[in-house]
Structure formats: C-alpha cells, structure tokens
C-alpha cells in the first residue's frame, strides 16, 4: 500500500473517502465536517499554510501579524461556528466599529449604530437625508430577510423538466410566497439596478452618497453606476455577527485566526491537512473521478474530490478537456473574474490622528476608516481604471485591527489594514510595478490629507496588487470572490447553470469555492452545503 508523509509527521496510506482540494476556508470547512460525520478526509493546499486570501502573514517578522487579504469576517453562520466547535479552537471575534468617513475640507461623516446619533451625524450634511435614512435602511434589512436564506440554499436547477428538479423549484418559489408584488418588484429593482440608482433616489449629500456606495462596489471589476451593484451591497448588508444582521468585526490574529480554527477542527475530528502538496490533476475514468495527482508524484485514491479553487484552475488545468462537455468547459472559460483591487498592508508608530477628530475613540479607530468623499468619486476612479489607468483619486476602506487585538502589533503600534479600488484588471497578467508603487502613494497621501502625519508614522509597508494576488494566492484575475458578484454570476449560475448545485458533470467530483453559490465572502456556506451532496450521493452510490 502506498504510504505517505502527513504535515505532522505520521505516515498514511493513499485511500481517502474524501480528497479536498484547496485549503481555504471553504475547504477547511467541508473536511471538518466529513470526518465528523466519520469520513476519511484529506485536504492538499498547495502553500505552505492553509487559509486561501483568509491568512495572516508575517511579512515585516514575527512581532507583526497582518492580514494578507481578507480583513473583516460577518457571513460565517453561527450554526456553522457552533457545528465545528471553532469558539473551543480559539475562534474570537472583536466587533467592528462604525463606519468613519473623513473628508479633505475637515468635516467628517460617522455611522453610529445609536439612531439619535447617526440622525445628527447625517443631519450635518441633509436634514432630508438624516429623516430618510432609516426608513432606507430598514427597507435593506427587510430585503436582506427574504434574500439572505437563499444565500444558504443549495439552488434548484432552473430550467430542468425533470421532476425532482421541478419539486425543488416549486420549493423555492413556496419560499417567497409571503413576498408581495411590491416587494417583489424591490426585489427585481435591487438585484438589477445599479448602487447609484438605489442610492440617488433617497439621498441628495455627497458624503452619504459616497459613504454607502462603497459596499456595493468593494472587491468588484464595477464602479457604482454599473447594474448590479445594488446586489452587492445588500450581499454584504446580510452578515451576521452574533445575531446583529449587518455586523461585521475583526477575527483574534487576524483572518489566519479563522482558518487556523477551522484547520484546528478538521484534524480535531479526524481530518488530514497536507500544506505544500499542489495537485498536478484530478484523475478521472470512464466519467468517474478516482483521486489526485499531486506536483511531486504522490498519488491519492478517493471516490469523491471536492476542488474549492478558481474554476478556471479546477476544469482547464487539472482535468483534461475531454472528460467535460463542450458547453460546460464554454462557460468556464466565460466566466469572469476581473478585478482592480490593491491591498496595502502598513505599520505604523502610532494612530492616525485626524484633523476632523483628533482624539483617539475607539469607535472610529476601530472602525472602518473610508476614504470615498462622493459617489462620483468612486465611478471616476473606476472608469479612469476601465480606460487602462490607476485611478488619480482611489478609494479606500482602512481598518486598524490592533486597536482590539494587541496580539497583532508590539505595544504602542499598529498595524493598518488598506483595502483600495481601482488599477486595470489587465494588470493580473501584466503588472506595472512603478505605476502600482504610484498609486499606494496616492492612497496613503489620501491619508495623510485627512490624518496629517501619517505618512511619517508608517514603519513598514507591503502592498499587494492584482499580480501578486493571482500569483501567491492564485486568486484568478486577483479576484477575491474566485468571479464577479453580478446578476448573470450569481445563483443558479454560479459559476454553470445546471451545476450550481455543487456537482460537476464528472461523477464523485464537487465544487465548493467562493465561486460557487454561497460564496463570495468569508462565509463558509459552499463548504457546509456541499458536505450533504457527498453524503447523499455516497449512500446513493453504495446502495446502486
């Protein structure tokens, strides 16, 4: 029997129930809970840690902990956290601060979670739109309620006349019977629209407008005038952080303290977690997947793999073309993953002091810093990066971890998190380094206007363009959800219609990626969900 070496130094045998590939969070999450349900499980990431874009680095040492790429957790399930036990292996969330919109002319705009208060931070700027505002976000929530539980569904096979497809789309349309013909008009409007149409009809200030546009355009090839956008906020309006829909909060160690409780779990019920081992191919014969190949020769026997990587990795480059069909392979290699996104990871020797708030309050150092001064802003800078340059003026979304966690910074500094939009998507494939360095410099001078010295209070500084991203994470496109959040790629579509319910046409092989439905986000939901296919069609298989 053919035995290898597992990362903790014991030997295995090559037979697995289970083959996952890819050891990000989904991926971690599907092995948990396999061998919880008693499967032998072993997970192959190709990195020498496991985590996906959900990882914290030391790339200025060991007293400094940064988050790579991801940086804020909301849409974990808390059914999720409790099922895998992730609180008992460390997992710990600080919540989040509100939102804190510093502007160049000294004013600012804050988001306090208190009514009363955020009615006067608004009123600063509209008395219109602070009498608006809640009555807009409470249309948002109740939107989120209808549309949230079907982030968590499996989705039915639109289309399909075969009874047991026709049964669960009935099942889905008996989900939204208590949907009105407003509502389901809202419904029709949000997922179509753009965020400027959503946005412009409530709210005439600048600073409001720029503030909640930034949610429908974050991590996305998309500036707030294109349609779809409104989905992506209320995508993001739907997290859940103890019981607070909306919440969001920063994970102990960074978003490696997820991924590392989630490894945690895994091994804890059973599972194998191998860093280092990048497949070469997924084996299949006669239309039936039998294991993986691994880049350094080892070979790995299972009659399920569930491959969480980018789609354009899992069904062009590790399976050979024939064994797809030709309209599947067609959508795949349609499938978009564009982005313009640029991380900077920054520490600095003390906190930013900002000239429309010069004293240190938690609830905006520890909340999200967002450079965006109008929605005009943003669609400028994104049509400057459509035309094929870094956008002048780039938004930011800017968190500051360490205010919470000072387990990730020595006393007295801090580490600052820059999640910026936008340089051309060409740069994935063709990187332009001198101009990448230029626009980090734009971005942190942004800073500085706002926060003046901050400049010189930074220590270190790494800035991770989308090059780097498809490179060292291979996050496709430097794509952070593995493919667009737009309406032709989301649901049943995510990421081929007819297969978004987490098969492939190959029989044995899963998809559980952030580009299938659920994902885009840490979420954990296609991890979770593809677990009952595996098992369902393993007593299917054995009782066949």
Known sequence: MLELMSTDGTVMDGNFDVIVVGGGHNGLVAAAYLAKAGLKVCVCEAREVVGGAAVSEHPFGPAYTVTSLSYVVSLLPPALIADLNLTEHGYHVYAQGPYFAPRAD???LSMPSDPAERFEQISKFSQRDAETYDDWDARMARLGDILGPLLERIPPKIGSKRPGDLLKQAGLIAGLRDVDVRTAGEITRLLTSSMADVIEDDFESDALRGLLSVSGCIGTWAGPRSAGTAYVMLHHHVGDLDGTAGAWGFPRGGMGGVTQALARSARAFGAKIRTLADVARINVKDGRVTGVSLENGDELRAPSVITTVHPS???????????LPTDFLTDVKRWKSRSGTVKINLVVDRLPSFTAHPQFDPQIHGGTIVLAESLDDLENAYQEAVAGRAARVPFADVCIPSVFDDTLAPPGEHVVSMFTQWVPHTWADEPDAEELSSYAARVIARMDAVAPGFTDSIQHQQVIGPHEMQRDYRLTGGNIFHGELTPGQMFHTRPVAGYA?????????YQAGSSTHGGGGVTGIPGRNVVSR?????????KG
């Open 313 to 323: 990795i899992s069904f062009l480059k590790l399976i050979e073309a024939t064994e």
């Open 106 to 108: 000294g004013r600012y």
């Open 501 to 509: 319910d987490l098969r492939t046409p190959i029989a044995g092989l």
């Open 534 to 542: 595996v098992l369902s069609d393993r007593r299917w298989w054995r």
